[in-house]
């Protein structure tokens, strides 16, 4: 059973709008949620993260907001550019303050921003 | 620079031949861990390690074997290849600041068993 769903495959978005990528997690003891981008042929790198005592957490053009009680998270990307185009994964996990262990990853958003 | 090396980044093997794929980083963090990437699943994590001579089953540690003798390196081992291997692997490892729990990974390690 998925932890971790991210149940759109594909996203398109134009040049200069907002890219809203969705994550859903099933497990409550999750507490710390990641972001991580991937281009073809290279390894995934983070991007953003936010613990469970918080609801949001901006970093220049990308924010991520976290609504514990609907076990959901989002992440969102103003303005969009073309070099944005990749593949987002969004990552849980249960270890925060000690133990990082287990580290469960969603499918991943295939985001294309479009000139 | 800092960075995670993994070795050899394309590999073509038969059923059962044992093979290693070596993992280093040069950052001195602690948390090392596997994972592999096939179409329609994501990523997926095989075994990680917090620390030398400790190291723990991820979702998917069936088939591999991992060792973390030094702080550095960390391998992964398949004793016994077979076709269902097939995929792209990556390695990362982490340090803690402020429970950032950010992963540096590899360049990947694309294994094909036949």
């Known amino acids: 059973d998925q932890q971790v769903k991210q149940n759109s495959p594909s996203l398109s978005v134009q040049e200069g709008r907002i890219s809203i990528l969705n994550c859903d997690y099933t497990?409550?003891?999750?507490?710390?949620f990641l972001w991580y981008k991937k281009y073809p042929a290279e390894g995934p790198t983070f991007l953003i993260s936010?613990?469970?005592?918080?609801d949001k957490n901006e970093d220049g053009r990308f924010t991520v907001f976290l609504n514990k009680s609907a076990k959901h998270l989002s992440l969102h990307i103003v303005p969009s550019q073309p070099g944005d185009s990749a593949v987002y994964f969004c990552?849980?996990?249960?270890?925060?303050?000690?133990?990082?262990?287990?580290?469960?990853f969603g499918k991943g958003t295939k985001l294309s921003v479009k000139p | 620079e800092a960075q995670v090396t993994q070795n050899p980044r394309y590999l073509i093997t038969v059923t059962g031949k044992k093979l290693t794929v070596t993992c280093s980083q040069n950052?001195?963090?602690?948390?090392m861990s596997w994972y592999r990437q096939d179409p329609g699943l994501g990523l997926r994590q095989i075994y990680y390690?917090?620390?030398?001579?400790?190291?723990d089953k991820g979702d998917v540690p069936e088939g591999y074997k991992v060792s973390r003798k030094e702080k550095r390196n960390f391998p992964l081992i398949l004793e016994s290849p077979s076709p269902n291997q097939t995929s792209l692997y990556f390695c990362a490892s982490s340090f803690e600041t402020g429970g950032t729990y950010e992963q540096y990974f590899g360049p990947g390690t694309r294994l094909t068993v036949t």
């Open positions: 390690s917090m620390n030398v001579e400790v190291t």
């Open positions: 950052m001195n963090h602690e948390y």
């Open positions: 497990n409550s003891m999750f507490d710390y």
């Open positions: 936010i613990s469970s005592i918080k």
């Open positions: 990552a849980a996990s249960a270890g925060y303050g000690g133990s990082q262990g287990n580290l469960i």
